[in-house]
Nanobody, 126 residues
Framework: QVQLVEFGGGLVQAGGSLKLSCAASGRRISTYVAGWFRRAPGKEREFVSAISGYSRSTRYADSVKGRFTISRDISLNLVYLQMNSLSPEDTAEYYC???????????????????WGRGTQVTVSS
């Protein structure tokens, strides 16, 4: 089993930055696809970004492309999401997820991910 815990959420002004971290334990996830999703109040959980096993490729939602950067530290079993130029529309609960069967294949559907963290709140004030 894999446990995922997110860190780094908080309150930030529009235009500011935050860096989310996701710590994995129980098993090394270097070969897993690791992703970030978010759920804004009253909305469905949506894909934000993901990185393939061994960091060979990344994918971003159009809404965050150019502003967010996903990365991972394989040796520390960590996944990061650097978020810049934040806007109130980015306010949401952010979740880390891992797809144990992903490998090189990045999926955007929540159903593809078999491990989830509990989330960390990001609030962007205008």
């Amino acid at each position: 089993q894999v446990q995922l815990v997110e860190f780094g959420g908080g309150l930030v002004q529009a235009g500011g930055s935050l860096k989310l971290s996701c710590a994995a334990s129980g098993r090394r996830i270097s070969t897993y696809v690791a992703g970030w999703f978010r759920r804004a109040p009253g909305k469905e959980r949506e894909f934000v970004s993901a990185i393939s096993g061994y960091s060979r490729s990344t994918r971003y939602a159009d809404s965050v492309k150019g502003r967010f950067t996903i990365s991972r530290d394989i040796s520390l079993n960590l996944v990061y999401l650097q978020m810049n130029s934040l806007s109130p529309e980015d306010t949401a609960e952010y979740y880390c997820a891992a797809d144990s069967s992903g490998g090189e294949n990045i999926e955007e559907a929540t159903s593809a991910y078999d491990y989830w963290g509990r989330g960390t709140q990001v609030t962007v004030s205008s």
